[in-house]
């Protein structure tokens, strides 16, 4: 009985230490870096996952510079002065940061049905690591899938024009517009109740955002409304800036493309976290 | 509030889930260091009460406390407080064990070292060694249960909740679960175990607390609340039916006048206060009278009998 009270009492007193802010600041990291190597771990011992995340982007990169490219190829390099495929690729780099996302919204579907969560939220740990340490993982795992796109794109005769300093922004910025992105997957993925949903639900918004944009075609083609729309969306200013890095050009929406990373994550960051939290009271 | 003699304490709690009654007003008790089984059918709210003190549900009213720790107002302190093996394994598939008992440790702020120390211990303990560094999605569901065990351990909880800790288990897996729960108990850990089956709650817990469809219907000692039950009873089908009635006669008293013959199938059922003992004294007293016996059998109450017994209905579940 005194063993027990003398403990309690160790716990107690350990609880509200952690209660002041740098001790939870150190915490939320150190459970972020214990959840990302966790998520990982997932796809060291199921590299298919990883597979299917770059399947579909290889796909498009072939099917619009071999079957489409022929007709519209020609016509796009004269408008862009460049190959076809060095103004494709920039694009497929910014979709293929953009769709891994989908991984999130599934991985927390699942963690969330089968009862993995209901670990997590009975331990002293951080919320939000759970949420954190599944973008994270998800970014790691992006610097391989856009890796892997860069090297298909070789292989068709993509190349960077322009400086060092210039692709490597142009990298370096498709992996935090990725991350960016992961919290809207994220509060998918919290939102849905199975991870089947998860994968449609994940797909079904990116995909019209994607076709209405100058990833695969310049929005100067397109016609009224929809020219507008794909204009000021911000797929399509993140494509032009990364396309205009790599090629070595002026990256004259670089400003908004940051705003737009910072609001996203700013609004849903907040939102998958809060939903989290909430699910299952 | 760290002296209480009660581990865990459940006082009017409520909860629903939109127009579905989980809990109707549940007040129980847990002394500390004694097991509380917790004994009701499907649905009856045995998980919603388990979810509530272990912080992943909020009640809608009433108070729950764990070590004394309010669990709504203070829930990170409760966390450190117990450890909870859910109704499911709660798992990760595709870490090996070893990780997935280091990764609980580090979750509970435990240094890397002592994490890996008592990840090792607890996987000799639930003769997991072997398995250690296997994916948990190649574990049979007697080893992820262990393992979803030792995770509820990796801190030495003071108080430890079991949802249905052997259901769907084989007979074998689920004495080996017994042996394991009774050390913990014997560590001197409080323990809230839930279960469907009479036997399981008779076997293992101090105190047992009878719920059905969001209410507290009984509570007691195994004891206590067998006085309360219905008895154990022999039945009883002779070879030839002219013998029946002869039977009967000599069975009467051994059922304290309760015994009854049902005339169009033969059977007679002994209502008797000692299963066994009550076998041995009906073939005793048939052989006595030279009856040849056909069939005999003792069939001991079911959860359904006691619940017929406490409610005067079935229950709730198929
Ligand atoms: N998340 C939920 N949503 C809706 N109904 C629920 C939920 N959880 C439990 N219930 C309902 O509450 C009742 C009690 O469930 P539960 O506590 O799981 O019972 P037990 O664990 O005793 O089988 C059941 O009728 C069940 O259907
Ligand atoms: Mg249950």
Redesign the pocket.
Known sequence: MSENVISLQTAIEAAAKEQTFSERLKWFFLDTIEITKRNLLHYVRMPQLIFFSFIQPVIFVLLFTQVFGGAMGSAISALYGTDYVNYLLPGIFVQTALVSGVATTVGLAADLQKGMVDRFRSLPMSRAAVLTGRTLADSVRSVFTITIMVLVGSLLGFRFSGTFAESALAMVLCLLWGYSFSWVFAWIGVVVKDPETAQTAGFIWVFPLQFASSIFVPSQTMTGFLQWFAENQPLTLMANTVRALILGRPADQLVPVILWMVGIVAVFAPLAVWQYTRRTK | MGNTPYAVVVDGVK?S??S????AGVSLKAETGKVLGLL????????????ILTTLLQPDAGTATVAGIDVVKNPGAARRIFGLAG?YPAVDEMLTGRENLNMVGRLYHMPRQLAKQRADELLERFALTDAANRPIRTYSGGMRRRLDLAAALVVRPQVLFL??PTTGLDPRTRMELWDVIRELVADGATLLL?T?YLEEADALADHIAI?DR?LLIAEGTADQLKGRLQKDVVQVRVTHPDHAQSAYEALKVLGNGSTQLDATSGWISVPVPHGPQGLVEAVRLLDERKVAIADISLRRPSLDDVFLTLTGKPT??E
């Open positions: 909860k889930f939109g579905v009654t989980a809990l009701g059918p499907n649905g009856a709210g045995k998980t919603t009460i388990v979810r109704q949802d249905e839930t469907q719920i969001g709730a579940g």
